[in-house]
């Protein structure tokens, strides 16, 4: 199992930035990719970005050209650079860890740390 706690959460002005942080741990060997997503006041979670374990990325067109995936396989951490921020882009922000083992595909989940974009 993998174990994923989120952090950089806040309240920033509309225009402004933020980073999330994701620190995985336990058996991080077996992580593929990871992504975030989010959910909003009395919406469904939706995907916002993921990338690979060998550093590819894909976004929502929601997100893209604003928002930026990494990780640091050394430090064992997940981040999302979030620029332009708008007052929809308020929301809880999950990451997630895929693994694949012997075939089968296994989810983890942080708990999520909550954005909220206001003036």
């Known amino acids: 199992q993998v174990q994923l706690v989120e952090s950089g959460g806040g309240l920033v002005q509309p225009g402004g930035s933020l980073r999330l942080s994701c620190a995985a741990s336990?058996?991080?060997?077996?992580?593929?990719?990871m992504g975030w997503f989010r959910q909003a006041p009395g919406k469904e979670r939706e995907w916002i970005a993921v990338v690979t374990s060998v550093g590819s990325t894909n976004y929502a067109a929601s997100v893209k050209g604003r928002f930026s995936i990494s990780r640091d396989n050394a430090k064992n951490t997940l981040y999302l650079q979030m620029n332009s921020l708008k007052p929809e882009d308020t929301a809880v922000y999950y990451c997630?860890?895929?693994?694949?083992?012997?075939?089968?595909?296994?989810?983890?989940w942080g708990k999520g740390a909550l954005v909220t974009v206001s003036s």
């Open positions: 336990g058996n991080i060997f077996s992580i593929d990719d």
């Open positions: 997630n860890a895929h693994r694949y083992i012997g075939g089968t595909l296994f989810t983890d």
